[in-house]
């Protein structure tokens, strides 16, 4: 069984990096002229209405498999107005990619606060890297800055792996609707055709989540050589 102490930080860390994730969402959409989020209270750091708008994704899922594995499965949504998105297909694929963005931009202030630490005698390099020891404590194993660096460093992993999952191209991901900046206007209507299609979609599902861990080990010692310039890890 997963530690009790443990769970609970992932449990949190998982609501706190959703509720931002679909809150950016929600956000984007509002400037972009879709109220649809701002009316259901998505636009919003409380994770209540997010909650209540996906109990089992963000409640009974997660907390069920934090306490059996130790890792919290579940998922949120914001809610948006698809004649809005179709119309505005540009406004969408912002709206899209602010979710993941949110959550780049916690692990780049998650970085800072870590060098911060770091420059101050606080944290250190550690010896070996896992999704929950990002950074290592000069002090007490057991006291205040340790407890720090463990919620620091699984939100530093949570929030990069979030950004990673979501930024693939493949629908629906956000990532699937993002690409639509980089694609001429006269292209989307093909663009969505395809990347829409049941079997491309599916297909393009059980790839990310095969072969995932393959593919975000490599991106999170990226991350860490960027952390700690000059330190390398087998």
Do not use: C, K
């Not at 997010?50 to 109990?55: A, D, F, L, T």
């Not at 949120?76 to 899209?96: L, N, T, V």
């Not at 931009?105 to 250190?124: E, K, Q």
């Not at 979609?201 to 393959?214: D, M, R």
């Amino acid at each position: 069984m997963p530690d009790p102490v443990d769970a609970i930080v992932y449990y949190v860390v998982f609501v706190f990096s959703v509720t931002v994730h679909e809150a950016a969402h929600a956000a984007a959409a509002l400037l972009g002229g879709d109220a649809t989020a701002y009316e259901g209270g998505q636009v919003s750091l409380d994770p209540i209405p997010h909650m209540r708008r996906e109990p089992f994704g963000m409640v009974l899922l997660p907390l069920a498999s934090v306490l059996m594995s130790g890792w919290p499965w579940g998922y949120a949504s914001a809610p948006f107005d698809p004649a809005w998105a179709e119309r505005h297909p540009r406004r969408a694929a912002w709206m899209a990619l602010a979710g993941p963005g949110a959550n780049l931009a916690i692990v780049l202030a998650i970085a800072l606060g870590i060098r911060i630490g770091v420059a101050m005698g606080a944290f250190d390099v550690p010896n070996y890297i896992a999704f929950d020891q990002i950074t290592a404590t000069t002090g007490d194993a057991n006291g205040l800055a340790a407890g720090l660096g463990f919620v620091l460093s699984v939100a530093f992993s949570m929030n990069l792996l979030l950004f990673v999952l979501n930024m693939f191209p493949i629908f629906p991901l956000d990532g699937g609707t993002a690409l639509t900046l980089l694609v001429p206007e006269s292209m989307l209507d093909g663009y969505y055709a395809v990347i829409r299609h049941p079997i491309v979609a599916i297909g393009g599902l059980i790839v990310v989540f095969t072969q995932f861990g393959a593919i975000f080990r490599p991106l999170l010692f990226g991350a860490i050589g960027w952390l700690y310039p000059g330190v390398t890890y087998g």
